[in-house]
């Protein structure tokens, strides 16, 4: 009875306050199952919002601070660059992967690999082979029949994803209205949405500032520095294969996709190219698009890249590389632009913490000393 008479030990208003935290964390994991399906597209819209705030201002003033039909114009260009190029892209890749697959089966599958004439040009290296490399039995080697597995196994893997692709048709319009849809608010009423997440926040305003400014500079650095490189790349290549005679459009966009894993890159594409010429007895072309490929595909990587990257999270380029793989393995492709965000914001709240804690640190330096 003594017990129940006893009053509670909690300060007013705890029981409210712990209770209204639960709520909150509750309806938040509630909202987030619902969004979960389209985070990826949420994140690309607000990214496509941040690239192309300068021209949503631009049309802002065109439009005399018309906000809504200054989103509709920005939406309509961001529609026009990235839709009409990508259906002719599609178009072109498909005419010329099937033409380049069948030719490329059809090649693998009739040649004799060892009555071409360069095959001869080795021998006088495989005395030196045998000396160096003792273990290494070259006549154990069937060229053709690696050729022939591994040309069908990449028609496979591309009948295979191109398969997908049309079977998840009515996702990708989906999500591409969806992000539409979502890229007409965020242009709109983006501010306000910022502003509000401020107003939340418990931190201080130039610390806000300086986190979203630090992602913004990333998320430009990112498009950048991949897909902006990936463009250049597959540009750059497709020119050296059409100088020598490999369907330029498709296998260029295998070369700008390939640019994107990291290390190995485009090399996955015009390495074979070139060892393709050279078996086809063309050892100029091959040399040709070597050194091409060597200079300009993997210089623009070279230079490029890291330029963009770095100055977009001003971490060494070390680390930048550790967040690509590290985003793949963990997400997939998507990995690529998650990666560097990922670690950009950790250096962000690191550089917070060595800012609200200077003080003891550098007590803790004095009593160490």
Known sequence: MNDMNRPSTLPPGTIYKVFLILLLILSLYLGFSLIAPFVHTLIFSTVLAVLFSPVFHWALGVTKGKRAMASTITVAIIVFCLLLPMIFLVIALISQGVESLVALNSWVTTVDIHSLENIHLLEKYEAWIHQALPFLHLNDF???ASLIQYSKGF??????FGSKMVKNAA????HFLLMVFILFYFLRDGGKMVDSL?????LRSRQEDYIIDSLKRVARGVLMGCLLVAVLQGIAGGIGLAVVGIPAFFWGAMMALSSLIPVVGTGLVWVPAVCYLFLAGDWKMATFLALWCGVFVVGIDTVLRPIFMREASRVSTFYIFLAILGGIYSFGMLGIF???LILSFAMVMLHIYMEEYADDLSHKEENEL
């Open 142 to 144: 069937d060229i053709q």
């Open 155 to 160: 028609a496979q893997v591309m009948l295979g």
């Open 171 to 174: 996702s990708l319009v989906l």
């Open 198 to 202: 401020k107003h939340l926040s418990p």
């Open 338 to 340: 998650y990666g560097p």
